[in-house]
């Protein structure tokens, strides 16, 4: 990590200081504009010139994106454009690029698709569709921003062009999602999207729309006039409630004092030295509220959107802040009926925009911890509450332990499991499975099967049974089997992990994201090891200082 | 690279020629025991002790397969086996790895997991089913051969296990297809496939069939006459024909002179300063014989035969010995009329084993072409023959032009290009698809539209139309364009194109192969550039040396 890398990166802000994005919204239509200014990067070294963005942009970008869905339910429709005069957006800054660590890199580049992704959950599920209004020449990351858009309109005006220059101009990929979106989003035929990849000037006019790269150009003096009228067009479809009133997501309360880490319902147990990160989750202390008026009065405080709050963060300052913390170990607490009264309460209420937004935020949490790249275990004690939404973090970890019994000397009753309707639909994973089918690829019945087991406390011989832990040691074998598995972990190299779990987490079908987070990022990734991309003749290196990059010749 | 591996490879091998494997036939089955000759490593600088294997070992097996399918024809089965009194396999040899360049080490896990996959293609379409017979310990590359075959039996001993040892002892991934296999071919459920992973001594004995990892075992004394047995009735499923007799797979000419290398009907010249490949392949000059016993007759000559073995020699050769040639173009010659015919023999004799396996082959080569980390471009030219088959290499490049219209002062005809039926299902591409529905994506009924264009010679107006080429510049523009083309191709970063030729060639659904060439390739290639792998201390370079790998704890 560069020195530089060391501050430590806050992932919540809030609407009053943003520096990058102006947010305006009419009606049923928001425009999101980018605009950013050119000395507010988050760290030293780099000018983010021509609305060029580095990590800090993008966190403004996932806030509002997040906001819009809770605090605007009666948007249906969000127009992304550029709020300069003559330049959309160019892309990542290369010169914060070209500064970074390896690991910087590959985390931004996580983060990015995370909020590119979300961007698309938000058009296919929250029915708020993101269009584009391209007023500006677009390129590399930016068109990528236009990508992750239900519909791109262009202006057609001689000088606004998409490009992809990533590998003409850099030696690398466009990796926020760019070639898979291409070829798997926009289906452009195949050998034209090899063309305009590595084509640094782009491509405008007729030619972007005949080649799928865009769905519209119009002439600058129409481009307002045309993408309000599809925005309205698109929100008028969508079925978000446009007398509705959103419920403003406070400032996260969150305390750091040395290696623990707290928030209201999780907390976090830093062992620096052994590279361990202690997870606890709690479960609600009381009931949930009766009805979507009453969910809504509570608002931040409800229960699953607290946890799905707090663990996002939490997961984001773990990955961005405390790389050497490899394992992270998941626990829960508390009671098992509530957690499922609370499920009970997201299953009933599934219509409710606020409680689907709820549901949406929840899996796309999930779906954070399983592409980062740590290695999860989960511990099932008494005590524990494994029910329903937290049991998906069992279901999530790389490997499970469930004591069998009791603990000597302990009058808590042995620890149990619980399954709800909430394990079996609302939280796939990338790649479009439920974690239960993403477990049981070689039996796919025994999901059905387990449906008939909903609400019932599975012990641990009856866990075990049913395939949803790994282990169930005893408590004469407890302490060690744990303690020797979480030591092994730990001594492995950290890289090897990070392949092997990006392997075996995701058996099964693959989708766009699943795509994007294994064959592109894994690709760029590989790339920003090469001497081609980074090292001291490499193309990222010696972009605008006018040197030639040095490339060695031979493929691999 | 190395020094030592600036000494040519061949690929062309034959049985009398083998240190490594033995191959015995009694009727229906076959036997291929594994007994690798310590000394016989390809390279100085290792030992192939405990049956390891190296590319040299590697060849032969490739070798021994394809034999088996073509002069083996009364085969329904294979036992694949150990030689050895006490070891199945130790897997890829760990000196050999780690003595070798990044490279070298990516060519040779290409070439294995297509050799692993060709395994299973013989199962699956040759009907030529494979058994694996574990006969000792079976660790990393040993195991990820059994997960090749369908049916593992294994010895219940106390001391035969199978283990994928590669995390915990050498920081790098079972790579060979291994984590793929595990969860997506065997359906191993995940969380049992990260312990296992983790677990340096591996898993023996019943629980080994419990959780998927093989799927039978027992005890020593039985292993023999159990796996003759399987083999027995697993050949008795087979349609391959017990009394016909197979063709021998005659040496392959070729002839390497500077920069050309030259088969019957594909050549080759390389301009090594340039980077390019360019390659002509020669439609058959006469017709195809009349039936089976035609083709059974010219054997080897059958010119689909001949081109497929060319083909897949060339581009091995050039993939292991060329590796600075980052550009292939391919170009065709001859007579479109006699190539269909001979299209349509292998259309109308399908159901015969000959012509089958020509087809599967064919199928295979082209798969070879589509995950080499090589830029292709095809070139369609007046005296071309881009028909059918050989069409496939136009749709397999990453771009091709066609000359619009005639050349000035030249009496050919214009250039065409022509579909047969061979262009819409037998050669399907890793992904599952065929080339002409990974090139329509986005217009899945195109490819219905084009059935009805089979057998029309289609010139470049009307090849553009139908989307089967990229550009079509006339006369004036043809030199500078193609020119330009090439000269911008090989100037870009080698690294960045293969990333991006690997994203975009493989639009839509994944497979098990798929997976294996983007995910699991992608992330150990990334691993095989890593320091905690191939730093000084890292895990390959130390392992054996009594040195502790020193780690860098960061996770990206």
């Given at each position: 990590?560069?020195?530089?890398?060391r501050?430590?990166?806050d992932f919540?802000?809030?609407p009053?200081?943003?520096?990058h994005?102006k947010?305006s919204v009419?009606?049923?239509v928001?425009t999101l504009?980018?605009?950013?200014?050119?000395d507010?990067?988050?760290r030293p070294?780099y000018?983010l010139?021509?609305?060029?963005?580095d990590l800090?942009v993008?966190?403004?970008?996932y806030?509002?994106i997040q906001?819009?869905r809770f605090?605007?339910?009666?948007?249906?429709?969000?127009?992304l454009?550029?709020?300069?005069?003559?330049v959309?957006?160019?892309?990542?800054n290369?010169?914060?690029?070209s500064?970074?660590s390896?690991g910087?890199k590959?985390?931004?580049?996580?983060?990015?698709?995370?909020t590119?992704?979300?961007?698309?959950?938000?058009?296919?599920?929250?029915r708020?569709?993101?269009?584009?209004?391209?007023n500006?020449p677009?390129a590399?990351?930016?068109?990528?921003?236009?990508l992750?858009?239900?519909?791109?309109?262009m202006?057609?005006?001689g000088s606004?062009?998409?490009a992809?220059?990533e590998?003409?101009?850099?030696a690398?990929?466009?990796g926020?999602g760019?070639?898979?979106?291409l070829?798997?989003k926009?289906?452009?035929?195949r050998d034209?999207?090899?063309f305009?990849?590595t084509?640094?000037e782009?491509?405008?006019g007729?030619r972007a729309?005949e080649?799928?790269l865009?769905?519209?150009?119009v002439?600058r003096s129409?481009?307002d006039?045309?993408?309000?009228r599809?925005?309205?067009?698109?929100?008028?479809?969508?079925?978000?409630?446009?007398?509705a009133?959103?419920?403003?997501?406070?400032?996260?309360a969150?305390?750091?004092?040395?290696?623990r880490?707290a928030?209201s319902?999780v907390?976090c147990?830093l062992?620096?030295e052994?590279g361990i990160?202690?997870i606890t989750v709690?479960a609600p202390t009381?009931p949930?509220?009766?009805?979507?008026?009453?969910i809504?009065?509570?608002?931040?405080a409800?229960?699953?959107?607290?946890?799905?709050?707090?663990?996002?963060d939490?997961?984001?300052?773990?990955?961005t802040?405390?790389?050497?913390?490899g394992l992270w170990?998941?626990?829960?607490?508390?009671?098992?009926d509530l957690?499922e009264a609370y499920?009970?309460?997201?299953?009933d209420?599934?219509?409710?925009w606020l409680?689907?937004e709820i549901?949406l935020?929840?899996?796309?949490?999930l779906?954070?911890?399983?592409?980062?790249s740590r290695?999860?275990?989960a511990?099932?004690?008494?005590?524990?509450c494994?029910?329903?939404?937290?049991l998906?973090?069992?279901?999530?970890a790389?490997?499970s332990y469930m004591?069998?019994?009791?603990?000597?000397?302990?009058?808590k009753p042995?620890?149990?499991?619980?399954?709800t309707g909430?394990n079996f639909?609302?939280y796939?994973m990338v790649?479009g499975l439920?974690?239960?089918?993403?477990r049981f690829l070689?039996?796919?019945?025994r999901v059905?099967?387990?449906?008939?087991?909903?609400?019932?406390?599975l012990e641990?011989?009856a866990?075990?049974?049913?395939?949803?832990?790994?282990?169930t040691p005893?408590?004469?074998?407890w302490d060690?089997?744990?303690?020797?598995?979480?030591?092994?972990?730990?001594?492995?190299s950290?890289?090897?992990?990070t392949?092997?779990?990006?392997?075996l987490?995701?058996g099964g079908?693959e989708?766009?994201?699943s795509?994007?987070?294994s064959?592109?990022?894994?690709?760029?990734?590989?790339i920003?090891q090469?001497p081609?991309a980074?090292?001291?003749?490499?193309?990222?290196?010696v972009?605008?200082?006018?040197e030639?990059?040095?490339?060695d010749?031979?493929?691999?």
């Amino acid at each position: 990590m560069a020195e530089s890398e060391r501050v430590m990166v806050d992932f919540r802000t809030e609407p009053a200081r943003y520096k990058h994005w102006k947010l305006s919204v009419d009606g049923r239509v928001a425009t999101l504009a980018m605009d950013v200014r050119e000395d507010g990067g988050l760290r030293p070294g780099y000018e983010l010139k021509l609305n060029s963005y580095d990590l800090g942009v993008d966190i403004e970008l996932y806030d509002t994106i997040q906001r819009l869905r809770f605090e605007h339910p009666e948007v249906g429709a969000v127009i992304l454009t550029s709020g300069k005069e003559r330049v959309f957006c160019a892309g990542a800054n290369i010169r914060m690029l070209s500064q970074s660590s390896h690991g910087w890199k590959v985390n931004f580049c996580k983060f990015t698709n995370e909020t590119r992704n979300a961007i698309e959950d938000a058009t296919a599920h929250s029915r708020q569709f993101y269009l584009c209004a391209i007023n500006g020449p677009c390129a590399g990351g930016g068109y990528e921003l236009a990508l992750a858009s239900d519909y791109i309109i262009m202006a057609d005006d001689g000088s606004t062009t998409v490009a992809l220059p990533e590998v003409p101009l850099l030696a690398v990929l466009p990796g926020t999602g760019g070639l898979t979106r291409l070829v798997d989003k926009r289906r452009v035929r195949r050998d034209r999207a090899d063309f305009f990849s590595t084509l640094e000037e782009g491509i405008k006019g007729q030619r972007a729309v005949e080649w799928r790269l865009v769905d519209q150009v119009v002439p600058r003096s129409q481009l307002d006039e045309t993408v309000r009228r599809r925005a309205a067009e698109l929100a008028a479809r969508s079925d978000r409630p446009a007398g509705a009133r959103g419920i403003p997501l406070e400032p996260l309360a969150r305390t750091i004092e040395g290696e623990r880490v707290a928030y209201s319902q999780v907390t976090c147990q830093l062992d620096r030295e052994r590279g361990i990160a202690e997870i606890t989750v709690s479960a609600p202390t009381g009931p949930p509220p009766a009805d979507p008026p009453g969910i809504r009065a509570v608002g931040c405080a409800f229960w699953p959107l607290a946890v799905a709050r707090e663990l996002d963060d939490l997961i984001l300052h773990l990955r961005t802040n405390e790389d050497a913390v490899g394992l992270w170990v998941f626990r829960t607490a508390g009671r098992g009926d509530l957690l499922e009264a609370y499920d009970r309460a997201l299953l009933d209420h599934a219509s409710d925009w606020l409680v689907r937004e709820i549901r949406l935020y929840l899996k796309r949490t999930l779906k954070r911890l399983d592409v980062s790249s740590r290695s999860i275990f989960a511990l099932i004690e008494p005590g524990s509450c494994f029910t329903g939404t937290l049991l998906e973090l069992a279901l999530a970890a790389d490997r499970s332990y469930m004591l069998y019994g009791a603990r000597e000397g302990d009058a808590k009753p042995p620890a149990s499991v619980r399954l709800t309707g909430m394990n079996f639909g609302p939280y796939p994973m990338v790649n479009g499975l439920t974690r239960l089918e993403s477990r049981f690829l070689a039996e796919p019945g025994r999901v059905d099967d387990l449906k008939g087991r909903v609400g019932k406390e599975l012990e641990a011989a009856a866990a075990a049974e049913a395939g949803l832990v790994t282990f169930t040691p005893d408590d004469i074998d407890w302490d060690d089997e744990v303690r020797i598995g979480m030591e092994e972990r730990v001594a492995f190299s950290p890289d090897a992990l990070t392949g092997m779990e990006a392997s075996l987490r995701f058996g099964g079908p693959e989708t766009l994201e699943s795509k994007i987070f294994s064959r592109l990022s894994a690709w760029q990734n590989w790339i920003f090891q090469r001497p081609n991309a980074v090292g001291p003749k490499g193309a990222l290196k010696v972009y605008g200082t006018g040197e030639r990059s040095d490339f060695d010749r031979g493929r691999v």
